[in-house]
Structures are given as structure tokens and as C-alpha cells.
């Protein structure tokens, strides 16, 4: 899994910093997901909770989770969604092999996301993380069951 979405309530901090590198991304990904949902505004007018003019006031991508995804999914909030949708705590529960890919200059996931140190329980993980697309740095989590036990 590439850029997984480990925690996404961290995630939604680190790209709500103004003025920061990760703020600018965010909201030029909310810009081109209003372009996108705009493109394809047929499909979504089926659905009447579904406010477009709402989503082109939407500044961010939390607007737009709050706007759309809880709409269409049915969650109460944004934080709703970020919980259920936070991968980390369905690790533990992995039975096939999954290596978990990673930029660690990665704008949402930022440095390493998973607390490596607390471990996340599971036999069949690996975490890889780039450091500056030059070094692969392997975590491989099956060293760390004995600490999570």
C-alpha cells in the first residue's frame, strides 16, 4: 500500500498548518477535486444531499470530506470519517504479507506515522520509508510482536 492513511485525524493537523508546504497542497487538491466533481456533476445531482454550491465554497479537503464523502457515506462529521477510515487500527488484524510504502516527506502522512516504537502487533506488516528518495528505511514489524504482547 502506497501513502497509506495510517492516521487521517493526523493527517488532517499536518495539512491544516497555514501558510505551510502541506496547507498549499491541500488546498490545490480541494481546487482539483471541486474541478473533478464539477466534471462530474451529473452522477452526483442523483443525489439529493449532494449541495454543489456548497462544495465550490469548499476551501479545503476537510471541507470537501465534510461536504461530500459524510453526505454520500453517511458519517456525522469529518472526524466520523477519519476514524473509521484510519487504517493503523485494523493492522494488528493483517493475515496476508502487506508492505506499507511510504515518502517520509509525504505532505498528509509527514514522518513515519506509525509509531514503530509502540509497534502495531502484526506478523504480516512491513513498513518501508523513503528518506528524501535516496535511502529505504525498513521497519519490519515482526521484530517488534514481543513488545506488543
Known amino acids: 500500500m502506497v501513502s497509506n492513511p495510517f492516521c487521517m485525524h493526523r493527517s488532517k493537523v499536518r495539512v491544516s498548518k497555514p501558510w505551510s508546504a502541506e496547507w498549499l497542497y491541500n ?5 482539483r477535486i471541486k474541478q473533478y466533481i464539477v466534471e462530474h456533476n451529473l452522477a ?25 464523502v459524510c453526505k454520500l457515506f ?53 513498513l518501508a520509508a523513503w528518506n528524501n528518495m535516496q535511502t529505504v528505511i525498513t521497519y519490519v514489524v515482526t521484530q517488534c510482536v514481543s513488545a506488543c504482547s
Open 44 to 68: 452526483l445531482s442523483k443525489h439529493a444531499e449532494i449541495d454543489m454550491k456548497s462544495i465550490a465554497e469548499s476551501k479545503t479537503i476537510e471541507h470537501i470530506d465534510e461536504r461530500v
Open 74 to 126: 453517511g458519517y456525522e462529521t469529518a472526524e466520523d470519517y477519519y476514524t473509521a477510515a484510519s487504517s493503523m487500527q485494523f493492522i494488528p488484524q493483517i493475515q496476508t504479507p502487506s508492505l506499507f510504502l511510504i515518502a517520509e516527506d509525504d505532505p498528509f502522512l509527514g514522518h513515519l506515522p506509525i509509531q514503530v516504537s509502540s509497534c502495531v502487533c502484526s506478523m504480516h506488516a512491513v
Open 27 to 31: 488546498i490545490g487538491l480541494a481546487h
